[in-house]
């Protein structure tokens, strides 16, 4: 879903999302996204979109 938010798609490098429980950082790559271990998001978490030019991001709904 968030990723779908990122235009031009071929933009998006990553989304990370730093895990407290765990103390490690969670990745998503479209690049790579067998090896993406970053599955979902909470609604109040805080995420990085990694992009390698200009574009959008159209915030999504995303339910509680």
């Given at each position: 879903?968030?990723?779908?938010?990122?235009?031009?798609?071929?933009?998006?490098?990553?989304?990370?999302?730093?895990?407290?429980?765990?103390?490690?950082?969670?990745?998503?790559?479209?690049?790579?996204?067998?090896?993406s271990?970053?599955?979902?998001?909470?609604?109040?978490?805080?995420?990085f979109?990694?992009?390698?030019?200009?574009?959008?991001?159209?915030?999504?709904?995303?339910?509680?």
């Open positions: 879903t968030i990723a779908d938010a990122v235009s031009p798609a071929e933009i998006l490098v990553a989304i990370w999302k730093f895990d407290n429980a765990a103390a490690v950082w969670l990745g998503y790559s479209p690049q790579f996204p067998e090896a271990d970053l599955t979902e998001m909470d609604r109040l978490d805080v995420g979109l990694c992009v390698s030019g200009a574009g959008t991001f159209t915030r999504p709904l995303i339910s509680p």
